[in-house]
């Protein structure tokens, strides 16, 4: 999940997109690449665990940081912390620093069938380099003024991580997040819809109180209220995801 717009619904997304595909049977990572931890806690793990940063640092391997939810089935958590900020200035004096951490997660790859990654609201170095990692990117759009601001920055730090850096990223899609029933919303679908044409999830996320009210709980919403319109939203985009990867 990328955006470097703040509060679009990255890690809610992660979190809950992440926990359905668990649901449905996929065995998922999910890794937080944010120092402000919030898919760590929001998943009810301890923000001062042995986490991203500890690996980038070289102390640790994925494998020896990475926690298995004992609340979700087939979900596993690479924690963050907010010693990660350090990484934007540590990793650019690294050897291959942009592939830090590719070769973080190279060992356990295959070990799932999907990694999701929360970003942070940045493109700073750390963000490229889940870019350089990732097969694809996955960009949250908050139904509100100024939806597409920024959009345009994004797309062009993911051109020019195509060209020199991963030439195999692609674009997952775009998703359409805390939609209301109202004008405002309808014309910020219609104009996502138009510049971005068939990247765009047809499964569109509605503004449900309980999607934050769930990670206060450590939970992901399906856990918290499975009738809730938030928890209905994210299980229909895991079954369009994982249809879409072909799974
Ligand atoms: N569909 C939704 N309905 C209601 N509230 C939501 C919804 N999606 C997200 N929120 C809330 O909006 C806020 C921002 O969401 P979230 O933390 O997922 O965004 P983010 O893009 O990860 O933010 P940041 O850029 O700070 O990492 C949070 O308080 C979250 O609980
Ligand atoms: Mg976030």
Known sequence: MANQKGGVGKTTTA??????????????????????????SGLGFDIHSANLYDCIAG???????????????????????????????????MDEGH?????????????YDYIFVDCSPSLGFTTV????????????VQ???????????????IKKTREKLNPDLAIEGFVLTMYGHNRLSNQVVGEVKKHFEGLVFDT??????????????G????LYDASATGSVNYLNLAKEFIKRNNG
């Open 15 to 40: 979190i809950n997109l992440a926990a359905s595909c668990a649901i449905l049977g996929k065995k998922v990572l999910l890794v937080d690449a944010d120092p402000q931890a919030n898919a760590t």
């Open 59 to 93: 102390r640790k391997t994925a494998a020896e940081v990475i926690l298995e939810s004992e609340k979700v089935k087939n979900l596993s958590v690479l924690p963050s912390s907010i010693d990660l900020v350090a990484a934007d200035t540590e990793l650019p004096l």
């Open 99 to 111: 592939f830090v951490v590719k070769n973080i997660l190279a060992p356990v790859k295959d070990d």
């Open 129 to 140: 380099n889940v870019l350089v990692a990732a097969d694809s990117v996955l960009i949250p």
């Open 143 to 157: 139904c509100e003024y100024f939806a597409l601001e920024g959009l345009g920055k994004l797309l062009s730090t």
């Open 204 to 217: 569109i996320v509605t503004r449900n109180i309980r999607l934050s009210e769930a990670p206060g709980y």
């Open 219 to 222: 939970i992901p919403v399906i």
